[in-house]
């Protein structure tokens, strides 16, 4: 029989900051879970399970332990829980399923841009602009949206609204992003709301057009003291992708935005934005596994969820590299979420982080998995 060793780092947040060290003595082959098991797991994706488009480490192997190995069922609720996105959900689960060699349903598949679809009872027949990179106005359309028109095909219809165009010799649209034949004139229809879908390509136009929205009460050219609504998919200052070090994330572009738009405005930038850390996301997330919950080892996953019981969970893990994304956002929620920190993206550092200390610190996915699956059934 195998073993393996790894070492737990635990932060009791009520006690004094010095960190227990505990080892534990992992089985490699463990008994199939109980049909309705009592915890549920949140990954994050960049940084945790991805670079890019390749896995890290053992990720795809660690997803398959969640799996039963015979029926290849899901066997233990888990999901994504990312910031990025910038396509619909559907596309993102078979993207992840061809790259880590897993079943993945759209319904594991929580992207920043996802609470978008909470709002359609408002601007459902409104006209709004999206933009970031991929395919905001398909996204946005997808959740029914019926009047979303990206920024770059927003862009096209007013001339010279983008003083720097003719110095760009790169291009930003996509062949969606291209005019259409719309049912309304994007011209003198007023935006009600602006949604940054995901990390806007081009800052320098991006900024311009939406300060241009924003101040003229929706009508570019105009004024009005009437600010429309103004949307963020998430506020991540940094992000692990390929590269070595972080990239600036969204966060940063709304910090570029607010500081110029409170410059040439009297009155300071309104805002919303989604995504971790923010409490509601991680209560969505409990919500969806809950429903996963009630459909591993006995049912489908496009069967009806309605008709499924579930029972309240006793420990929800996150785990993801982010302290003051992944970490701050499940010590928020609070009970029943246990919060795993790796040292495979932002995070590097030797022990817990001082701000925003972990339940746990482990070096890889795999060990993050392996903890809990022992925790909750050795």
């Not at 841009?113 to 933009?131: D, G």
């Not at 600010?227 to 940094?238: K, R």
């Amino acid at each position: 029989m195998k073993f393996r060793t790894v070492s737990r780092v635990l932060q009791h947040r009520n006690r004094s900051p010095s960190i227990q060290l505990h080892t534990y003595r992992v089985l490699a082959h463990l008994h199939s879970a109980p049909k309705r098991p009592s915890f549920g797991i949140a990954f994050d994706i960049d940084g945790v399970i991805l670079r890019g488009r390749s896995p890290v480490g053992d990720s795809p192997k660690a997803l398959k332990r969640l799996y039963d190995d015979d029926s290849g069922s899901l066997k233990i609720p888990y999901l994504f829980l990312t910031n990025g996105g910038g396509i619909p959900e559907s596309r993102r689960a078979s993207e992840l399923s061809q790259l880590l060699g897993v079943n993945i349903d759209p319904i594991q598949v929580v992207q920043g841009h996802s609470p978008f679809k909470n709002l359609l009872t408002r601007f459902e027949n409104e006209l709004v602009v999206a933009t970031g990179k991929g395919e905001p106005a398909v996204v946005m359309s997808e959740y029914g949206f019926k009047k979303a028109v990206s920024l770059d095909e927003y862009t096209s219809y007013f001339d010279s609204i983008d003083p720097l165009a003719p110095y760009k010799t790169w291009t930003t649209k996509q062949p969606c992003n291209k005019q259409r034949n719309l049912s309304f004139d994007a011209t003198s229809e007023r935006v009600k709301a602006a949604f940054v879908v995901s990390d806007p390509v081009d800052w320098s136009r991006d900024i311009q057009v939406l300060c241009d929205i924003l101040r003229s009460g929706g009508l570019p050219g105009e004024k009005s003291e009437h600010q429309p609504d103004m949307y963020f998919a998430a506020d991540d200052l940094e992000y692990q992708a390929v590269f070595p070090s972080e990239r600036l994330g969204m966060g940063a572009f709304r910090i570029a935005l607010e500081s110029i738009f409170n410059r040439i405005h009297h009155k300071p930038l309104k805002y919303t934005s989604f995504g971790k850390p923010n409490p509601f996301v991680f209560k969505n997330a409990e919500s969806i596994l809950m429903q996963l919950q009630s459909l591993t080892s006995d049912a489908d996953l496009n069967g009806d969820y309605k008709d499924k019981k579930s029972h309240h969970f006793e420990t929800l893990y996150m785990i993801g590299d982010n302290p003051s994304v992944d970490i701050k956002g499940a010590r928020q929620a609070g009970h029943p979420w246990f919060s795993i920190l790796t040292r495979t993206g932002v995070f590097r550092g030797k022990e817990n982080h001082s701000d925003y200390p972990a339940d746990l610190v482990v070096d890889t996915v795999e060990e993050a998995v392996e903890f809990i699956l022992q925790r909750e059934f050795a």
